[in-house]
């Protein structure tokens, strides 16, 4: 079983272990991908580079500046917090780059879900990559300007902060919830579980666990990412 996971790394939409990859609705024609061209590989390289330092200050330092305008001392908590959690993992070097014309649907649903695009996005870069059965990609928008290339993030409104932070005493209960529930998994079921993770058999695992334990899909999901936290 393929295991997958997205990260709209630079629309920083925090939700509890992951960050989500938003799908257009009612979009007739989807744009198509193409194999990246060199000047965007080049910041690919660099993008993945900086993610992989988890030093969120190398991973801003590829952004647009009205972009990161909006990043103020009355709200760095919050992007502070989606970085933290983005750059858990790394992208591994087998990763593969494609292009394409900015979807729209994708870009007013990120809209409709509390964000503002300061500059509109002119590519959408896709860097997909493949471990063991675990499939992942990460989704970032460029704009250009003086023929350089810059990444392009939309800005979260204040309601979407405020949201954030009326939820975040409620975030960090599940958290420990899930963190508790992982701790409690006693061996041989730790061990082989823990063995699969290593392997990046992630669906395989959630399955596993749910078959042992009884939980549901969705709670056997949050468990074994509070496992892999653990792992890390």
Known sequence: MTFAARAAVCAFLLVLFAVS??????QPVMPQRQ??????KVFASQYVTAFNSKDPRQLLALQHPQALA????????YYDGALAMQMRDSIPANYTVSVMTPNEGNLKALESMGMRWPLKPEQ?????YQQGEDAGGVDIWLVKENGRWFGDFPCATDATIKDYRDNAVKNKELLAKYKAIADGIKDPLRTELVGLLRAHETGRAIDRYRDASGQDGRTSMLVMNALKDEMR
Not at 21 to 26: E, I, R, S
Not at 70 to 77: E, G, L, R, S, V
Request: aromatic residues 4%; proline residues 12%; negative net charge.
């Open 21 to 26: 990859h938003v799908f257009a609705q009612n």
């Open 35 to 40: 194999p990246a061209p060199a000047d965007i």
């Open 70 to 77: 909006c990043i103020t001392p009355a709200n760095k908590d």
């Open 124 to 128: 959408e870069v896709h860097i997909d």
